[in-house]
């Protein structure tokens, strides 16, 4: 029985602490914002060619590979663009940030909650958020969120408006993507509500975002993409997202461009890029796990041993291991581990 009541518990859950909405597309003009108008998705009926890589002994016969090229690749896809008079793109969603870190929603080990409350209660006290709230508040600001339609962007305006403060507007492009250290006062401000909110000193903070990106007339834009598990059913190899008609970006999607905050994993200074806050510090498109239980940098590791009390090697191990609480999940450790 000792040896279980030290124990990670085998059921533990915690809600996640920032709970962003869902994006919604609309397209405007850069001078013009008032004149908006909902995004919608255009189906399209395309002929492609063949370009997919090809087996060897077609690739190296000429005549195998006419007789591949001259097949038709027909695709029905999703796409979505502004209007012809429209050359700005507006993207608006809302974070909710929530309190409660130190009350697990889940826990079936009274020695272990109370062993985690202590801890949880001293990180509060003595770092209380600050530079997580700080990193969320950089991601708010330099559009981060927007991911592709980011990319070629001429200019990029973030406004933000906290309950019912007034709007405050940041220039994008003012505020780097993998480097968290240099803040401004806005910025600052944002990030202090932020940290206040998961402490508890605030009750309530719902923090409204909108962002316009001049992307150019007509210009395609992003929303996000589907999965089709059953892609034999379907007759379009690709699926945008929408809500009402509306195109959007899933909310999921969302809050990882703001937990991406992570630069304490072992390859950053090999990498020099943020990786979203993840229990393996998991990059689905790159393949690749760069916090791995070998190494003992994965999130189930420290956790094992600062929630039981025991200190980690440095401070930025607890940052990341409060930002993985902050995410929230399932972490209860089997009985037959």
């Not at 958020?129 to 980011?150: C, D, G, H, P, V």
């Not at 001429?154 to 240099?182: G, M, P, W």
Request: proline letters at 3%.
């Amino acid at each position: 029985m000792a040896k279980n009541e030290k124990a990670v518990a085998s059921v533990l859950a915690f809600e996640k602490k920032l709970v962003p909405s869902d994006g919604y597309f609309y397209g405007t003009t850069w001078e013009s914002r008032k004149e908006q108008s909902a995004l919608k998705l255009i189906e399209k009926s395309v002929r492609g060619t063949i370009s997919n890589r090809l087996k060897p002994a077609v690739a190296s016969d000429p005549l195998k590979l006419n007789a591949e090229v001259e097949k038709a690749n027909l695709q029905k896809v999703d796409a979505c663009a502004l209007a012809e008079h429209q050359d700005t793109l507006k993207i608006a969603f809302t974070l909710k940030v929530l309190a409660g870190i130190e009350q697990p929603s889940a826990c079936n080990n009274e020695v272990f909650l109370n062993s985690y409350k202590e801890v949880a209660k001293n990180y509060i006290q003595s770092h209380g958020f600050s530079e997580l709230a700080k990193r969320y508040a950089l991601n708010i600001a330099n559009a981060r969120f927007l991911w592709r339609n980011r990319v070629g962007a001429e200019k990029i305006e973030v406004v933000v408006k906290v309950n019912d403060q007034e709007s405050v507007t940041f220039n994008a492009f003012d505020y780097k993507l993998h480097d968290f250290e240099s803040v401004d006062a806005k910025v600052q401000n944002l990030a202090d509500q932020i940290a206040q909110a998961l402490k508890g000193e605030l009750p309530y903070l719902l923090i409204k975002v909108e962002a316009y990106a001049l992307v150019g007339k007509a210009q395609e834009v992003y929303p996000s993409e589907e999965l089709v598990l059953d892609k034999g059913k379907g007759d379009k190899s690709k699926i945008l997202y929408q809500v009402n008609d509306v195109a959007a970006m899933h909310s999921q999607k969302i809050g990882n461009a703001l937990r991406t905050i992570d630069t304490w994993y072992p390859d950053f200074e090999d990498q020099k890029s943020a990786i979203a806050i993840e229990p393996y510090g998991a990059v689905t498109n790159l393949g690749k796990a760069y916090r791995t239980p070998k190494a003992k940098q994965d999130f189930f590791s420290l956790f094992d041993k600062y929630a039981l009390g025991e200190s980690l090697e440095n401070v930025e191990q607890e940052h990341y291991v409060m930002a993985v609480l902050v995410r929230g999940g399932v972490f209860g450790q089997s009985s037959k581990d």
